[in-house]
């Protein structure tokens, strides 16, 4: 995500949108401006599957704020 510091700790949330997807925690660092996650997502059988972009929300959390985005452009 392009977007300017929330403090010195930055904690992201991401959620698959499909509720039966286990998603990991996220591993958040910043590379200038932009704040990178990276999670692994499992479906239930554990073998490849189509996301859905568009239904990943990322929340973004830090110094007493927080930043939601929906849809997830890869």
Known sequence: LTMPSLGKTEIAVIEAGAGDIWVSPA???REGDRLVSVVDLVPP???PFAL????VVVTVLG???AVQQAGCTG
Do not use: C
């Not at 859905?52 to 239904?55: A, E, F, L, Q």
């Open 63 to 65: 110094s007493g704020r």
């Open 27 to 29: 591993d958040t660092h």
């Open 45 to 47: 059988a554990a073998k």
């Open 52 to 55: 859905d972009r568009s239904s």
